[in-house]
Protein backbone atom coordinates (compact mmCIF):
# COMPACT_ATOMS: atom_id res chain seq x y z
CA UNK A 1 0.00 0.00 0.00
CA UNK A 2 1.35 3.81 -0.93
CA UNK A 3 0.83 6.70 1.13
CA UNK A 4 1.81 9.84 1.44
CA UNK A 5 3.20 12.05 4.48
CA UNK A 6 5.01 14.96 5.18
CA UNK A 7 8.69 14.74 5.42
CA UNK A 8 10.37 14.43 8.79
CA UNK A 9 13.71 14.64 9.74
CA UNK A 10 13.95 10.84 10.68
CA UNK A 11 13.10 10.36 6.71
CA UNK A 12 16.20 12.08 5.30
CA UNK A 13 18.95 9.18 6.15
CA UNK A 14 16.77 7.22 3.82
CA UNK A 15 16.55 9.89 1.01
CA UNK A 16 20.90 10.38 1.59
CA UNK A 17 21.53 6.58 1.01
CA UNK A 18 18.59 6.87 -2.05
CA UNK A 19 20.33 9.59 -4.09
CA UNK A 20 23.90 7.74 -3.86
CA UNK A 21 22.65 4.45 -5.53
CA UNK A 22 24.80 4.49 -8.79
CA UNK A 23 22.25 3.38 -10.96
CA UNK A 24 19.86 5.69 -10.02
CA UNK A 25 22.43 8.62 -10.71
CA UNK A 26 23.22 7.07 -14.07
CA UNK A 27 19.94 6.69 -14.95
CA UNK A 28 18.61 10.39 -13.70
CA UNK A 29 21.60 12.34 -14.31
CA UNK A 30 21.82 13.66 -11.33
CA UNK A 31 25.18 13.66 -9.67
CA UNK A 32 24.96 12.25 -6.07
CA UNK A 33 25.40 14.89 -2.97
CA UNK A 34 28.57 14.58 -0.02
CA UNK A 35 26.14 14.36 3.28
CA UNK A 36 27.25 18.51 3.75
CA UNK A 37 25.76 19.53 0.70
CA UNK A 38 22.75 16.94 0.79
CA UNK A 39 21.80 18.49 4.19
CA UNK A 40 22.45 22.21 3.32
CA UNK A 41 19.90 21.00 -0.01
CA UNK A 42 17.12 19.82 2.02
CA UNK A 43 17.03 22.66 4.64
CA UNK A 44 16.94 24.78 1.43
CA UNK A 45 14.02 22.76 0.24
CA UNK A 46 12.25 22.19 3.26
CA UNK A 47 12.34 25.89 4.02
CA UNK A 48 10.65 27.02 0.64
CA UNK A 49 7.26 27.50 0.79
CA UNK A 50 6.95 27.48 -3.24
CA UNK A 51 8.00 23.54 -2.88
CA UNK A 52 5.61 21.12 -1.77
CA UNK A 53 7.61 17.59 -0.87
CA UNK A 54 6.32 14.48 0.64
CA UNK A 55 7.46 11.27 1.31
CA UNK A 56 6.52 8.53 -0.23
CA UNK A 57 5.35 5.25 2.27
CA UNK A 58 5.71 1.72 0.84
CA UNK A 59 3.40 -0.47 3.26
CA UNK A 60 5.03 1.64 5.91
CA UNK A 61 8.54 1.49 5.23
CA UNK A 62 10.24 5.03 3.49
CA UNK A 63 10.73 4.27 -0.21
CA UNK A 64 11.12 7.80 -1.20
CA UNK A 65 10.24 11.41 -1.64
CA UNK A 66 7.89 13.28 -4.09
CA UNK A 67 7.59 16.76 -4.94
CA UNK A 68 6.56 20.37 -6.82
CA UNK A 69 8.25 23.25 -7.34
CA UNK A 70 8.58 26.33 -9.79
CA UNK A 71 11.53 26.95 -12.31
CA UNK A 72 11.27 29.69 -14.58
CA UNK A 73 7.90 30.23 -13.92
CA UNK A 74 6.45 26.76 -14.03
CA UNK A 75 5.74 24.46 -11.79
CA UNK A 76 6.88 20.79 -12.33
CA UNK A 77 6.93 17.79 -10.21
CA UNK A 78 9.75 14.77 -9.64
CA UNK A 79 9.97 12.43 -7.69
CA UNK A 80 12.68 9.62 -6.18
CA UNK A 81 12.35 6.28 -5.19
CA UNK A 82 14.89 3.59 -3.43
CA UNK A 83 16.16 0.76 -6.28
CA UNK A 84 14.15 -1.57 -3.89
CA UNK A 85 10.71 0.12 -5.13
CA UNK A 86 11.33 0.16 -8.16
CA UNK A 87 9.22 -1.87 -10.86
CA UNK A 88 6.00 -2.29 -8.36
CA UNK A 89 3.99 0.59 -9.28
CA UNK A 90 4.87 2.62 -6.32
CA UNK A 91 5.88 5.91 -8.23
CA UNK A 92 3.15 5.51 -10.56
CA UNK A 93 0.43 5.43 -7.71
CA UNK A 94 2.54 8.05 -5.37
CA UNK A 95 2.69 10.23 -8.36
CA UNK A 96 -1.08 9.71 -8.73
CA UNK A 97 -1.89 10.81 -5.53
CA UNK A 98 0.46 13.72 -5.38
CA UNK A 99 -1.90 15.03 -7.69
CA UNK A 100 -5.12 15.30 -6.16
CA UNK A 101 -2.85 17.38 -3.85
CA UNK A 102 -1.19 19.23 -6.09
CA UNK A 103 -3.73 20.96 -8.40
CA UNK A 104 -2.29 23.53 -10.29
CA UNK A 105 -1.93 22.94 -14.25
CA UNK A 106 -0.07 22.89 -16.02
CA UNK A 107 2.00 21.17 -14.27
CA UNK A 108 5.41 19.80 -16.05
CA UNK A 109 7.58 16.82 -15.56
CA UNK A 110 10.95 16.35 -16.90
CA UNK A 111 12.94 13.17 -17.34
CA UNK A 112 15.90 11.77 -18.83
CA UNK A 113 15.59 10.02 -21.92
CA UNK A 114 17.80 7.35 -20.69
CA UNK A 115 15.16 6.32 -18.05
CA UNK A 116 12.08 5.14 -19.76
CA UNK A 117 10.75 3.82 -16.93
CA UNK A 118 10.15 7.09 -15.07
CA UNK A 119 8.62 8.32 -18.69
CA UNK A 120 6.02 5.37 -18.43
CA UNK A 121 5.43 6.81 -14.83
CA UNK A 122 4.25 10.30 -15.96
CA UNK A 123 2.69 8.92 -18.82
CA UNK A 124 0.24 6.56 -16.83
CA UNK A 125 -0.75 9.36 -14.89
CA UNK A 126 -1.52 11.84 -17.73
CA UNK A 127 1.39 13.53 -18.68
CA UNK A 128 2.18 13.66 -22.27
CA UNK A 129 5.49 14.33 -24.09
CA UNK A 130 5.55 18.40 -25.70
CA UNK A 131 9.47 18.49 -26.17
CA UNK A 132 13.07 17.78 -25.46
CA UNK A 133 15.31 19.53 -23.66
CA UNK A 134 19.27 18.45 -22.43
CA UNK A 135 21.17 20.24 -19.52
CA UNK A 136 24.37 19.67 -17.80
CA UNK A 137 25.06 18.29 -14.49
CA UNK A 138 26.53 20.79 -11.84
CA UNK A 139 29.53 18.51 -11.90
CA UNK A 140 30.06 19.65 -15.65
CA UNK A 141 29.89 15.82 -16.78
CA UNK A 142 27.63 14.32 -19.56
CA UNK A 143 25.26 16.19 -21.06
CA UNK A 144 21.37 14.89 -20.04
CA UNK A 145 19.08 14.56 -22.88
CA UNK A 146 15.89 14.48 -21.57
CA UNK A 147 11.84 14.32 -22.27
CA UNK A 148 9.54 17.34 -21.69
CA UNK A 149 6.03 16.41 -19.97
CA UNK A 150 3.35 18.27 -19.72
CA UNK A 151 -0.27 17.24 -17.75
CA UNK A 152 -3.50 20.17 -18.52
Not at 93 to 115: D, S, Y
Request: with cysteine; net charge negative; glycine share 8%.
Amino acid sequence: MVTLRAVTTDDLPFFFAYQLDEQAVEMTGFPPRNKDSFDAHWSKILADENIFIQTVLYEGQVAGSILSFVIQGEREVGYWLGREFWGKGIASEALKQFLFQVTQRPLFGRVAQKNPASKRVLEKCGFHVIGEDKWTPPTGSEEVLEFVLRLE
